[in-house]
């Protein structure tokens, strides 16, 4: 009576969900991350707001492996 795409299919939107949300929230708490703890000086913290907005999870990334351990080195948060 059921095809066996049924399953394939409902695990394949649930994958999606599960992931789909944790990249959302990891998203979320970049942007959160930056606004609030890049130093008001310079552009710096207006760019990488703008990056992590307009290229979503891969500018998410980009942030958390390239900017956020130096700006933690440079200034303790």
Same mark, same amino acid.
């Given at each position: 009576?059921?095809?066996?795409?049924?399953?394939? *299919?409902? *695990?394949?939107?649930? %994958?999606?969900?599960? %992931?789909?949300? +944790? %990249?959302?929230?990891?998203?979320?708490?970049?942007l959160?991350?930056?606004?609030?703890?890049? !130093? !008001?000086?310079?552009?710096? =913290?207006?760019?990488?707001?703008? +990056?992590?907005?307009l290229?979503?999870? %891969?500018?998410?990334?980009?942030? *958390? *492996? +390239?900017?956020? !351990? =130096?700006?933690? =080195?440079?200034?303790? =948060?």
């Open positions: 009576m059921f095809d066996s795409n049924v399953g394939l *299919f409902f *695990f394949l939107i649930l %994958f999606l969900l599960i %992931f789909g949300t +944790i %990249f959302t929230l990891f998203w979320l708490w970049m959160i991350d930056c606004a609030l703890n890049e !130093p !008001p000086q310079g552009n710096d =913290k207006l760019v990488w707001v703008i +990056i992590i907005v290229t979503s999870v %891969f500018g998410a990334l980009l942030y *958390f *492996f +390239i900017r956020r !351990p =130096k700006r933690r =080195k440079e200034y303790g =948060k």
